[in-house]
Each structure stands twice: as structure tokens, then as C-alpha cells.
């Protein structure tokens, strides 16, 4: 048994080829995964979408499960970000059954799972110049578009009967992009109380998100890397050594040819 732990470890966690064509392999199936949930969010339950979930939540239990098995402090995992939205997905996949409302809006939440892997934002480091040039960008891109398709499904649940479909589920994303840029055209409102506080909560969390993404787009490229003798964790994509006490740096890179 230890020796099978220490292999899915090495698959999680190391840096051969084979583990990184593993983790590459469980994103794409995170894409897959998001890409459904979002497909199946504003369509009527069914015999085989619900056989389509429970196969869903079996997959990410065991992934879930896996990770926590070869974690060395599994306090500290069950506290990611990603290991709590993982553990929400799996609840509404597979108790979904049990209960009348729809839970497909927390689905959506496997969409952190997709960046804010500590493996995976390792791989991508070592392996894509673009990534490490624009690590804020992305992050804060996936922020904005996880946090827009789960508020449009809480807005469909919500505001929306299921037999409206694709159509109502398009309304829904109306709704919170207009809300979120604070353009407010008004042709779609929320009129209840708790709408009303949906639609406040839109509004100042999206805008916040927006503003980070904004920021990051246009504020000037710096690559993570924190310097073993002050700690200074932002430098320039061809440092060598650290503006702030002159230590020299090994920035891992592939070269200007990209090779």
C-alpha cells in the first residue's frame, strides 16, 4: 500500500513527463467537467443527466480522495480554495437527488480547480513563458469567469423556471454582465428583497473582480519568483539579480527563442 501511495504521489506532485501528462490529463478533464455543468445548468433533470452526475461526483470524490491520501498536511489541503469548491461539487452531484432545489449553480465552482492548483501553476510556470509573464492576468480572468457562470446560474435558479431552458439561462447571463458592469439597462430586474441584495452583491464583488483584472492586464509584466534572501517575490521576466538587495536569481526559463 505504500508503495501504491508513493506512486500517486509521483503522479500528483512530480515532474517527470509521466506526471505531467497526469495532471495535464485531470485539467482536461476539469474543462470537460465545466464545460458541462455549464451546458447542462438551465436543462430539465433527467434519468441521464442525473446517471451523467453521479458518474461526475464518483470521479472528483476519487481525485478528491487521492489528493488528501498523499497530502503531508491535510489540514492545510482540505483549506485550499479549490479542495473546498471540489468538496461543494461533489455534495451537489451527488445528494442533488435528495433535494428539490437546483444545485447545478455550485457545479460551476469546479472552474477553480482549472488554476489554483498549486501543481499545475508550478508546470505552467517551468513550462509557458506566456503564463509566467501574465500569472496575474490569468488568475484573475478565471476569477471573473467562474464568479460570472456560477451568479448566472443563482440567477437562473433563482429568477428563472427550468422549462425557460437556454433561453432564460442566456437571460440569466444578461442580467448579471449588465449588473456587474453597472450598465443597468433595466429590461431585467430582480424585484424581491433578496434580489435586490443578489443584484448589490453582483455589483460590488464583480466590479471588484473586474478592476483586479484590469489591473493586471495593464499594470507592467513581472514574474513570480520569491528571493531566497529578502523574500521579494515580483521580479522582471529577465532578472538576474533582486532590485531590492542584489541577490542573484534563478528564474527558471526557456530561453528568448522559446526552445
Not at 220 to 242: F, Q, T, V
Amino acid at each position: 500500500m505504500e508503495e501504491f501511495q508513493r506512486t500517486v504521489r509521483l503522479l500528483y506532485t512530480g515532474r517527470s513527463k509521466q506526471a505531467r501528462r497526469f495532471r495535464y490529463g485531470l485539467i482536461a478533464f476539469d474543462a470537460m467537467s465545466i464545460v458541462y455543468f455549464i451546458a447542462t445548468a438551465a436543462l430539465p433533470v433527467s434519468p441521464l443527466t442525473t446517471g451523467l452526475n453521479t458518474v461526475l461526483g464518483i470521479l472528483i470524490l476519487l481525485d478528491f480522495s487521492a489528493r488528501l491520501w498523499i497530502s503531508e498536511n491535510r489540514g492545510r489541503e482540505l483549506r485550499r480554495i479549490y479542495t473546498l469548491a471540489d468538496a461543494i461539487v461533489v455534495a451537489s452531484l451527488l445528494l442533488a437527488p435528495l433535494f428539490s432545489e437546483n444545485l447545478a449553480f455550485l457545479r460551476i465552482l469546479r472552474g477553480l480547480r482549472l488554476i489554483h492548483s498549486y501543481h499545475l501553476l508550478r508546470d505552467l510556470r517551468r513550462e509557458s513563458l506566456f503564463f509566467r509573464q501574465h500569472e496575474d492576468a490569468v488568475l484573475a480572468a478565471v476569477n471573473l469567469i467562474v464568479f460570472i457562470f456560477v451568479t448566472t446560474s443563482l440567477v437562473f435558479v433563482l429568477a428563472f423556471d427550468a422549462h425557460d431552458g437556454l433561453a432564460g439561462y442566456i437571460d440569466a447571463l444578461y442580467f448579471t454582465v449588465a449588473t456587474l458592469t453597472t450598465t443597468g439597462f433595466g429590461d431585467i430586474t430582480l424585484a424581491s428583497p433578496g434580489g435586490k441584495l443578489l443584484s448589490v452583491f453582483i455589483m460590488v464583488v464583480g466590479v471588484a473582480l473586474f478592476v483586479q483584472l484590469a489591473r493586471a492586464i495593464f499594470q507592467p509584466s513581472k514574474i513570480k519568483y520569491k528571493c531566497p534572501e529578502c523574500g521579494l517575490n515580483r521580479h522582471d521576466p529577465d532578472a538576474i539579480h533582486c532590485k531590492h538587495c542584489g541577490e542573484s536569481l534563478k528564474i527558471e526559463t526557456t530561453g528568448s527563442d522559446g526552445a
